[in-house]
Every structure is written in C-alpha cells, then in structure tokens.
C-alpha cells in the first residue's frame, strides 16, 4: 500500500478539523489497509538545521533582500516564555534539569 500524504492526514492545530474527524480518517486508512502509522514534530526543526544553508536556499528562490533579513531575523530570534526572552526554549529546558 502506498504512503498516505502528511498534509491531507494532519489534524492537529488545523483550522477546521477536530480529534474526531482525525479519528474517523484513521479507521479509513486502517480499512484500506495501511499499517504503519508515521508522526513527526517538527517543532525544533529550526533550531537544529544549518540556517546558512536553510537561507542559501531560500536566497535561490527569494531575491528580496529585506525578506531574507527578516526571515533570518526570524530563524535567529529566541522565544518569549512567561515574559521572559530566551535564546532558544533547549536552553529553557535545561535550566530546569
């Protein structure tokens, strides 16, 4: 059997759908006989790719100089918890350990 698509089966955090749709996607798939089931969260993906790389890439694409500073701006900015800036949430999370 093939491989579902990431897009069309995401549930998750999407406008639109709910825990029971999810639900009832499954048992189809499961019904059509897929087996495996693959999740991934990409949530720290940023943090942990090459941003030189990442922004070479996008620099092909996107030839706006000042769209490639904010987004680089974006890719270097840390996160705000509790009002507090950090530089990265790994180096929240370690402060608690």
Known sequence: MGLAMGTICSYGFRP???ARQ???AAKNYIEEGYTWVVD???EKCFDRVNHDKLMASVARKVKDKRVLKIIRMY???GVMIN???VETLDK???SFL
Do not use: K, P
């Open 40 to 42: 991934i969260d990409l």
């Open 16 to 18: 639109g759908r709910s």
């Open 22 to 24: 999810a639900v009832i």
């Open 75 to 77: 890719l270097n900015s």
């Open 92 to 94: 929240e999370l370690e």
């Open 83 to 85: 009002g507090v800036v």
